[in-house]
C-alpha cells in the first residue's frame, strides 16, 4: 500500500489516482533525470520511481564538507523557511539568447530503479549539468536544452559489496531536453509565476487538479520541488514560494542533515504516509537552498529500517552561456513522445 492507496482508502467517493500521476508524483520524488540501468536501452527523462522499500537497507554517509562553525538558536521550519525566503536573491539574469546552466550531484539508492528487477542494493551516483534555454520556444524548435549526464563511481551499502554491474553505467552522455506539453520548467514560464504567498499556493494547489481534491503539504513539496529542481526559480518567485510551504501544517525541522556532496545543513519537509521524509536543506548561515534529500523516519511503514537514505541532491553551481553543446535531434524527440516533465 502506498500514499494515493492510503487516500483512496480514507476517501472512496474521491475517483483513485491513475498511473499516470503515480508515476508522476513518484519520478517527481524519485529525481527525474535518472539514468537508464543500460544505455544500451532508449532513456528517457521522465523515469517513474516506486517508493517500496525493501526490509535490509542501512544508512550510506557521505564524507562531510567542512562547514565553519556557528551556533544557531533553535528554529522552527517555518522560521527557516522564512529566513530563506528573506535571503532569496538573484544569482543570474539571463538574456533571451542565452542558456541557464545548471549542475548538481545525485544520489538514489537502486534498487528503486522501476526496470530493475533483481533488487540490489548499491548508492547509483551522477553528476548532470544542463543548459536550459533562457528565451521563449521559437516556431519549429523541438529542444529546450541539454542535459549532460556522468555516471560516477558508486556508494555501497554497509557490509554489502558492489555488484560489478554497478560499474558498467559509469560514463558520460549527452542527450536534448524536449518538455512536454504544460511542462512548469521552462525559464519563460518560471519567470512569470506568481510571487505572492496567495498566489503561489494558488499556483501549486494547480499543479495537482483535477486529481487531488485537497493541497496536502506532501503533495505541495512535490510541486515545490519540481520548480526548483534542475532549472532557476528567480528570487521573487523562489520567496513566495518557501512562504507558501511555511504556511502548511505538519512541516518540521532536522537540523543536522546533509546533501548529497556531504555539505551540512537543516532540513525542512514533510513525512509522507508510507514513513519517508522528504525535506529540502538549506545552508545554515545563508539559508540558500542546498539540496534535498529523503530518508526512512517510520521503519514500520516504510518496512526499511529508520535512518535509510532513500535519495539525495546536491545543488553545486548556476551560471549562464552563450552556447550549449550540440546534441543530435532524433524524430522521437520532434514527436514530443520523448519528453522531460509533464
Given at each position: 500500500?502506498?500514499?494515493?492507496d492510503?487516500?483512496?482508502?480514507?476517501?472512496?467517493?474521491?475517483?483513485?489516482?491513475?498511473?499516470?500521476?503515480?508515476?508522476?508524483?513518484?519520478?517527481?520524488?524519485?529525481?527525474?533525470?535518472?539514468?537508464?540501468?543500460?544505455?544500451?536501452?532508449?532513456?528517457?527523462?521522465?523515469?517513474?520511481?516506486?517508493?517500496?522499500?525493501?526490509?535490509?537497507?542501512?544508512?550510506?554517509?557521505?564524507?562531510?564538507?567542512?562547514?565553519p562553525?556557528?551556533?544557531?538558536?533553535?528554529?522552527?521550519?517555518?522560521?527557516?523557511?522564512?529566513?530563506?525566503?528573506?535571503?532569496?536573491?538573484?544569482?543570474?539574469?539571463?538574456?533571451?539568447d542565452?542558456?541557464?546552466?545548471?549542475?548538481?550531484?545525485?544520489?538514489?539508492?537502486?534498487?528503486?530503479?522501476?526496470?530493475?528487477?533483481?533488487?540490489?542494493?548499491?548508492?547509483?551516483?551522477?553528476?548532470?549539468?544542463?543548459?536550459?534555454?533562457?528565451g521563449?520556444?521559437?516556431?519549429?524548435?523541438?529542444?529546450?536544452g541539454?542535459?549532460?549526464?556522468?555516471?560516477?563511481?558508486?556508494?555501497?551499502?554497509a557490509?554489502?559489496?558492489?555488484p560489478?554491474?554497478?560499474?558498467?553505467?559509469?560514463?558520460?552522455?549527452?542527450?536534448?531536453?524536449?518538455?512536454?506539453?504544460?511542462?512548469?520548467?521552462?525559464?519563460?514560464?518560471?519567470?512569470?509565476?506568481?510571487?505572492?504567498?496567495?498566489?503561489?499556493?494558488?499556483?501549486?494547489?494547480?499543479?495537482?487538479?483535477?486529481?487531488?481534491?485537497?493541497?496536502?503539504?506532501?503533495?505541495?513539496?512535490?510541486?515545490?520541488?519540481?520548480?526548483?529542481?534542475?532549472?532557476?526559480?528567480?528570487?521573487?518567485?523562489?520567496?513566495?514560494?518557501?512562504?507558501?510551504?511555511?504556511?502548511?501544517?505538519?512541516?518540521?525541522?532536522?537540523?543536522?542533515?546533509?546533501?548529497?556532496?556531504?555539505?551540512?545543513?537543516?532540513?525542512?519537509?514533510?513525512?509522507?504516509?508510507?514513513?519517508?521524509?522528504?525535506?529540502?536543506?538549506?545552508?545554515?548561515?545563508?539559508?540558500?537552498?542546498?539540496?534535498?534529500?529523503s530518508?526512512?523516519?517510520?521503519a514500520?511503514?516504510?518496512k526499511?529500517?529508520?535512518?535509510?537514505?532513500?535519495?539525495?541532491?546536491?545543488?553545486?553551481?548556476?551560471?549562464?552561456?552563450?552556447?550549449?553543446?550540440?546534441?543530435?535531434?532524433?524524430?522521437?524527440?520532434?514527436?514530443?513522445?520523448?519528453?522531460?516533465?509533464?
Open positions: 500500500m502506498n500514499e494515493f492510503l487516500i483512496n482508502e480514507a476517501r472512496p467517493e474521491v475517483a483513485p489516482y491513475d498511473p499516470g500521476v503515480k508515476a508522476l508524483a513518484r519520478d517527481r520524488l524519485l529525481m527525474a533525470g535518472r539514468p537508464r540501468r543500460s544505455w544500451r536501452r532508449p532513456y528517457t527523462f521522465a523515469v517513474a520511481g516506486g517508493l517500496a522499500l525493501a526490509v535490509g537497507l542501512v544508512m550510506v554517509k557521505v564524507p562531510p564538507a567542512p562547514n562553525p556557528h551556533e544557531m538558536k533553535l528554529l522552527s521550519a517555518a522560521e527557516v523557511l522564512h529566513r530563506a525566503a528573506k535571503a532569496a536573491v538573484d544569482e543570474i539574469e539571463p538574456r533571451e542565452q542558456y541557464i546552466v545548471v549542475k548538481t550531484l545525485q544520489t538514489t539508492d537502486y534498487s528503486l530503479v522501476p526496470y530493475d528487477r533483481s533488487r540490489k542494493h548499491y548508492y547509483l551516483r551522477f553528476k548532470d549539468t544542463v543548459w536550459l534555454r533562457a521563449e520556444r521559437q516556431r519549429g524548435q523541438f529542444v529546450d541539454v542535459r549532460e549526464q556522468t555516471v560516477i563511481e558508486p556508494l555501497a551499502y557490509g554489502q559489496p558492489i560489478k554491474s554497478a560499474y558498467e553505467d559509469m560514463g558520460t552522455r549527452v542527450d536534448p531536453i524536449v518538455y512536454c506539453k504544460n511542462a512548469e520548467k521552462d525559464y519563460p514560464t518560471i519567470k512569470r509565476l506568481p510571487t505572492d504567498v496567495e498566489g503561489m499556493r494558488a499556483h501549486l494547489d494547480a499543479m495537482w487538479k483535477p486529481k487531488a481534491k485537497k493541497l496536502t503539504p506532501f503533495l505541495a513539496f512535490l510541486a515545490a520541488r519540481e520548480l526548483l529542481w534542475q532549472t532557476y526559480l528567480p528570487a521573487a518567485q523562489r520567496s513566495a514560494l518557501y512562504q507558501a510551504l511555511s504556511t502548511f501544517p505538519g512541516i518540521t525541522i532536522d537540523e543536522e542533515v546533509q546533501d548529497a556532496a556531504g555539505r551540512k545543513g537543516i532540513g525542512v519537509g514533510f513525512v509522507s504516509p508510507d514513513g519517508v521524509r522528504w525535506e529540502l536543506i538549506f545552508d545554515r548561515d545563508t539559508y540558500a537552498l542546498l539540496g534535498d534529500r530518508v526512512v523516519v517510520d514500520k511503514a516504510a526499511a529500517p529508520a535512518g535509510t537514505l532513500v535519495a539525495a541532491t546536491a545543488q553545486l553551481e548556476i551560471s549562464v552561456a552563450d552556447s550549449a553543446p550540440k546534441v543530435k535531434i532524433d524524430d522521437k524527440f520532434k514527436s514530443g513522445r520523448w519528453c522531460t516533465g509533464t
